[in-house]
Structure formats: structure tokens, C-alpha cells
């Protein structure tokens, strides 16, 4: 079984939706944002709720997502924050 590194996202004030994108679930759903056959999952900096699950942390880059656990903005920069390794 391949390890999976988890990396906290940074947690940052709500981004300007006229300038940004940001991924977030239209509803109350509270699962992964996105999925995929990657190394690494993105948590939430706030909650550790999985935003990015099983992704190639290179392929995620400096996208915003709203967390569906706890509502916080995360802002994937492409570089880790802070491993939880």
C-alpha cells in the first residue's frame, strides 16, 4: 500500500469571487472537493477535513476551496504548508 502524505492547506480570509475562483460544494455536503489516484490529500487548515483526497499535490495550484465541514477558506499554493506527517 502506497503512503499517503496529508498537508494542511492555509487558511485565509475570504477571497474576492470577482477575482478568484473558489471550489466549494453547492450544497451541505461534507466530503472531498476533489478526488484522484494521487500521493497526497489536502486538509483543511482549520478542521483537518479532507478537501483534496489522494491528489498529485504538483496538479493542485493556487486554487481556493471553502471547506463543507467547517466553512473556512483554504488557498492551495502548490508548495506544502505544513505536513501532519
Not at 43 to 55: A, F, Q, R
Request: contains cysteine.
Amino acid at each position: 500500500m502506497e503512503k499517503v502524505t496529508s498537508i494542511q492547506l492555509q487558511v485565509v480570509p475570504k477571497p474576492d469571487p470577482r477575482e478568484f475562483t473558489i471550489l466549494q460544494w453547492p450544497d451541505d455536503r461534507v466530503q472531498p472537493l476533489v478526488t484522484g489516484d494521487g500521493d497526497t490529500n489536502l486538509l483543511c487548515g482549520t478542521c483537518h477535513n479532507i478537501i483534496c483526497d489522494h491528489v498529485f499535490q504538483d496538479t493542485v495550484n493556487n486554487i481556493y476551496f471553502q471547506c463543507s465541514k467547517c466553512g473556512s477558506y483554504n488557498h492551495a499554493r502548490g508548495t506544502p504548508c505544513r505536513s501532519t506527517e
